[in-house]
C-alpha cells in the first residue's frame, strides 16, 4: 500500500515523493497480515509474489482531465534486451498499440498522456447496456510483453521473465497521488537461447526466436493480432480475488465527498493456450465484449455479508456506483446493522469498514466463433496449433483506491489517497491457475512435464538465469 499527500502537481513527483503518509489505520494491515496468513497459496504465483515475468497488465490508467499517469517499467535483465509491446485498451474494447526497447538493467517512464496524445485514445463508448463504467473517455488497462526483435503487433511473443511495472497517478486538481504494481505473469517455452540484433544502431542481445521457434511462447496471424501457434504458455491470472480492506465512503450522491473508493477491474486475454497477450477481445462483429462480469461478497467490520455484482469490458467507478448494494459509512448501524459496523471497539477505532471477495463468471473462448458478438474470432483457434480448447473462467486483475479531500497532517488539511491491489484466492477450482514452468517441451501442445516442473520449479527460471540475483 503506498500513500502520497499534498502533492502539489508534478515537480512533487520529479522530486520523488518526499512527503508521505499513511491514511489508513494500522487495523488495515493488520486485516492484510491476517489474510496473507489463512490464504497463502502452495505454490509460488508470479501475479501475486511480484515476481518478474515474460508480462504485465496494468488494471488501470486514467488520463482524463486534470490527471496525469505514468508506467515505470523495467527490464531486470542484466544480458538480455527486451522489445516490448504495450497495448492500452479503452472502456470500448478498442486499442492502441505502442512499443518500446528495454536494454539490460533499463528502466523507462512512459507518460501515458503522451503516448496516446487524448483522452480520445481511450474511448469509453460504445459499450454493453447496464456495463459498470465511467461515462468518460481517458480511462483503461494496459496489457504489455516481450516479444521478438521484430516488435511488430502481429510477431511472436517470446519468454524473458525479467519485465517489472508500477503505475503511478498524479491528480493535479485533487491534489493527490497513488502508485501500484503491475501484475506479473511468468512465461514458459522451449529452450531460452539468444542471438544478436541491430537496434537503433546498437547491436544487442536478443531472444533467439525469427526464423525458429526457440524461446517463442506464442506466434501471432497477420491480422489481428490472434494466436498463430503456442509453444508455451503464460501464467493464467486468478479468476477469483479479494480486497483484504477499504474503509466504507461518503454518500455517492455529495458534491465533493470527503472519502471516496474507486475501484477498476480488466479481464486480461487468457494467456494459457487461448487468446495472445494484447490480441483483439471485441467480437467479430465490432461489439464490445463483456470480459468482467463480477458476483461476490463484501463484509463488514462485524462479518455482516451483502452481495455484489456487475458487468462490464473493463468494470471502473466509484464503489457506490459499481456495488450499490455497498452502503455509506453514514448508513452503517454500530449495533449488528444491515451493512457496515464498527470496528472491534477493543481497537478503539471508529470508521465503517469492509472487505469483500469476487468472482469472475465469463468464461474464456473455447475456440473460434465466427460472426458470434459474444465471443473473439480467432480463426486460428484449434488444438492442431496447441490452444486449450476447455472452458474456463476468465482471469482478473483489479486496484482499488481511495482518497479523503480534507486530512489533517501536523494540522493542515491535505488530500490524501492510497491503493490497494487484489489479493489472488487460493480457493478457486482451475489448476490452470498453478502453472509448472519448466524450460517445456518440444512438442506443440504437449503440458509441462514433472521433470521439467521439479528440475526448475517456478522461481528456478524466473529471470531466466540473466540477473545478478542468478550470478
Not at 51 to 80: E, K
Not at 218 to 228: E, K, S, W
Not at 383 to 402: I, K, P, W, Y
Amino acid at each position: 500500500m503506498t500513500v502520497y499527500h499534498n502533492m502539489g502537481g508534478l515537480d512533487h513527483f520529479k522530486e520523488g515523493f518526499t512527503q508521505m503518509k499513511l491514511l489508513r489505520s494500522s487495523l488495515v494491515g493488520l486485516l492484510a497480515v491476517t489474510l496473507a496468513v489463512s490464504a497463502m497459496p502452495k505454490a509460488v504465483s508470479a501475479n501475486t509474489e511480484l515476481i518478474p515475468g515474460s508480462r504485465l497488465v496494468f488494471p488501470y490508467v486514467d488520463i482524463t482531465a486534470g490527471r496525469q499517469f505514468f508506467l515505470l517499467i523495467t527490464n531486470a535483465s542484466n544480458t538480455i534486451t527486451a522489445p516490448t509491446h504495450l497495448t492500452f485498451y479503452g472502456q470500448n474494447c478498442v486499442r492502441n498499440d505502442q512499443t518500446m526497447v528495454l536494454t539490460p538493467q533499463d528502466v523507462n517512464v512512459v507518460s501515458v498522456n503522451t503516448a496516446l496524445g487524448s483522452a480520445g485514445a481511450l474511448g469509453a463508448i460504445p459499450a454493453p447496456a447496464g456495463s459498470k463504467q465511467t461515462p468518460n473517455d481517458g480511462v483503461g488497462w494496459v496489457d504489455v510483453d516481450v516479444r521478438d526483435v521484430a516488435n511488430l503487433r502481429n510477431s511472436p511473443s517470446v519468454r524473458l521473465n525479467a519485465l517489472m511495472g508500477e503505475a503511478v497517478m498524479i491528480d493535479t486538481v485533487k491534489n493527490f497521488a497513488f502508485a501500484y504494481p503491475a501484475a506479473s505473469s511468468q512465461g514458459s517455452s522451449q529452450a531460452f537461447t539468444t542471438t544478436t540484433a541491430v537496434i537503433s544502431g546498437n547491436t544487442r542481445t536478443v531472444v533467439a526466436t525469427t526464423g525458429s521457434t526457440v524461446g517463442t511462447i506464442v506466434t501471432r496471424a497477420t491480422a489481428g493480432d490472434f494466436a498463430n501457434a503456442w509453444f508455451g504458455l503464460y501464467e493464467t491470472y486468478p479468476s477469483q480475488m479479494l480486497f483484504p480492506a477499504f474503509f466504507a465512503e461518503d454518500l455517492c450522491t455529495a458534491s465533493s465527498p470527503t472519502l471516496s473508493a474507486f475501484i477498476a477491474i480488466a479481464g486480461p486475454a487468457d494467456a494459457f493456450r487461448k487468446e495472445a497477450p494484447g490480441s483483439e477481445l471485441n467480437s467479430s462483429t465490432g461489439a464490445v465484449t463483456t470480459l468482467v462480469n463480477t458476483s461476490g461478497d463484501v463484509f463488514d467490520g462485524e462479518e455482516h455479508t451483502t452481495s455484489v455484482s456487475g458487468f462490464a469490458h473493463q468494470l471502473n467507478g466509484r464503489l457506490c456506483n459499481v456495488y450499490p448494494t455497498v452502503k455509506a459509512r453514514t448508513q452503517y448501524a454500530a449495533s449488528g446493522g444491515a451493512s457496515y459496523a464498527t470496528l472491534d471497539s477493543t481497537l478503539g477505532a471508529v470508521n465503517a469498514v469492509g472487505w469483500f471477495n469476487i468472482d469472475n463468471t465469463q468464461a474464456t473462448p473455447v475456440g473460434p466463433a465466427p460472426g458470434s458478438a459474444t465471443l473473439p474470432n480467432n480463426p486460428d483457434f484449434s488444438t492442431s496449433n496447441g490452444f486449450d480448447s476447455a472452458a474456463r473462467q476468465r482471469g482478473m486483475v483489479g486496484v482499488l483506491f481511495e482518497i479523503e479531500a480534507g486530512d489533517l497532517v501536523a494540522g493542515t488539511a491535505v488530500s490524501t489517497g492510497d491503493v490497494l491491489r487484489n489479493w489472488q484466492d487460493p480457493r478457486q477450482i482451475s489448476v490452470l491457475n498453478w502453472p509448472c514452468f519448466g524450460n517445456g517441451t518440444s512438442t506443440i501442445g504437449v503440458a509441462q512435464t514433472a521433470k521439467n516442473c521439479n528440475s526448475t520449479g517456478l522461481t528456478g527460471n524466473w529471470i531466466d538465469s540473466n540477473t545478478h540475483a542468478n550470478k
